[in-house]
């Protein structure tokens, strides 16, 4: 912001309420968000989760994902459906 100030005395409640003007603008804080729906937001995080899965993030047991091409391929089918829900 700039405020425009001027030394004449003449002026002096102007520039002074220019001033308290200013310090307040500076007080504000703005905080940027991504505008997105549910859905993008859910593909987003699917997709994430999908790299993490490939990158070798999986941990654990239970029966999940195999270590064969075929274990992929059923994870990208239930996060698909997932998706389509």
Do not use: C, H
């Not at 002074?16 to 003007?21: E, P």
């Not at 989760?49 to 064969?68: F, P, W």
């Amino acid at each position: 912001m700039v405020a425009a100030l001027s030394p004449a005395s003449i002026n002096f409640d102007e520039t002074l309420s220019t001033l308290r003007y200013a310090w307040q603008v500076k007080a504000i804080k703005n905080n940027a968000t991504i505008n997105e729906s549910a859905s993008d937001k859910l593909i987003r995080e699917l997709r994430e989760e999908i790299e993490r899965l490939r990158a070798g993030g999986a941990t654990g047991g239970g029966g999940g994902a195999t270590s064969n091409k075929d274990g992929g391929e059923a994870i990208n089918a239930e996060l698909q459906r997932k998706i389509e829900e």
